[in-house]
């Protein structure tokens, strides 16, 4: 039988939790799907929703077979017992109407009152409920009572990055699956399955960077992004020998060219950050496999190239931090570079 699991890359051991919950009768009336942004937790919400739907799956498993009515229907966004609601685009909260109804008809439409409802052509009806801790307060109450007496046909499914962000009433009325980075293969393969990239190369370099999510993955891909990890490249191909307020004026120009505004240049501050502890990555592993790697690392009185490494991303951290608190970013990079250019140059202060 085909799978519509196929689509799917990773959490196998959250699938086998839900299908040894389900075999032995034991599914829960809601869950809370905690995990980082862009590794496929909606879409295994949404498989698992399926998966009790369709007419093929074996009882007690979870299977879909994407062909029979109801994975037809449901694929197509029209089986009747599966509600989804989510942020609305340009908004910042969800709507206590898409959770318990407009003013005018509070309780009697939403997402509490479809569960409330009967099934209509399955076991259950199943609700999932994305950027779940974007709820505003009015709706996050509304959906306590409905948690506090759930229909016995219920199934929710809360997806949020963490579980903290819920109320403590709601999360201590779930039970909470924690989801995990995927593997760099794993990303590389959305990529390429997906054709969000042109080549193999481009999914292999993307996917290194992308810290196991599809969504950094993707914003990776940017055009802009990709001109300022060239610059920071470019700047730091001969590390030693540079100029660190020339190479922080390049830097910073660029970035302030691709933001336009203060917190979209954090933000790709913290993005240069990362491109720039790939450069130094890259030039140890240069130095490491040439003449000049014994020699820099006498210099800075550590046994390996991982010591080495470790001390400079320290420093890296710390400009991050620095930029997450809201310190001047060029000021930040100023310091930062002026200091790493010191430290290959001299070695830390405390190997001197």
């Known amino acids: ?37 862009g590794i496929g937790k909606r879409v295994f919400a949404r498989l698992l929703a399926q998966s ?12 879909a077979c994407g062909e029979c009515r109801a994975c037809r229907s449901f694929e197509a966004g ?18 206590i ?3 318990a109804g407009a003013a005018d008809k509070r309780g009697r439409e939403g997402l509490c009152f ?5 099934p209509q052509a399955s076991s259950r009806r199943v609700a999932i409920i994305d950027d779940a801790h974007r709820m505003n307060a009015d709706g996050a109450n509304a959906l306590l009572k409905t948690l506090e007496e759930p229909p016995a046909s219920a199934l929710i499914l809360l ?16 039970q909470t699956i924690r989801f995990f980075p995927l593997t760099e293969a794993d990303v590389r393969h959305v990529l390429l399955d997906s054709q969000i990239v042109e080549s193999p190369e481009d999914a292999r370099v993307v996917a290194a960077m992308a810290e196991g999510s599809v969504t950094l993955a993707q914003q990776l891909l940017n055009p802009d992004l ?11 191909a001969l590390f030693e020998a540079m100029k660190p307020l020339d190479v922080a004026k390049q830097i910073a120009e660029e970035l302030e060219r691709i933001s336009s505004g203060t917190e979209e240049q954090r933000q790709n501050a913290q993005w240069l950050l990362r491109f720039l502890a790939e450069a130094l990555n890259l030039k140890l592993r240069k130095l490491m496999a040439g003449d000049f790697s014994e020699p820099l690392l006498q210099r800075f009185g550590v046994r390996s190239g991982a010591d080495l490494l470790s001390t400079l991303l ?23 570079f002026d200091e790493l250019a010191r430290m290959m140059r001299l070695g830390p202060v405390s190997a001197r």
């Open 314 to 336: 320290d420093r890296i951290l710390v400009a991050a931090n620095q930029i997450e608190a809201n310190s001047p970013v060029r000021l930040v990079l100023d310091a930062l």
């Open 114 to 118: 479809e569960l409330s409802m009967a």
């Open 78 to 95: 029209t089986w009747p017992d599966y509600i989804e609601v989510g942020l609305p685009e340009g908004k910042s909260e969800i709507p």
């Open 159 to 174: 997806i949020c990055e963490s579980a903290d962000a819920l109320l403590p009433t709601i999360r201590s009325r779930c």
């Open 226 to 236: 990709r001109k300022l990890r060239d610059v920071v490249a470019r700047e730091f």
């Open 52 to 63: 009790i739907f369709c007419r093929e799956c074996p009882p007690g498993q979870i299977e």
């Open 97 to 99: 109407s898409a959770i």
């Open 1 to 37: 039988m085909a799978s519509a699991w196929s689509k799917l890359r990773g959490h196998q051991e959250q699938r086998a939790l839900f299908a040894r919950s389900l075999s032995h009768g034991r599914l829960s009336h809601a869950y809370v799907l905690a995990g980082p942004d």
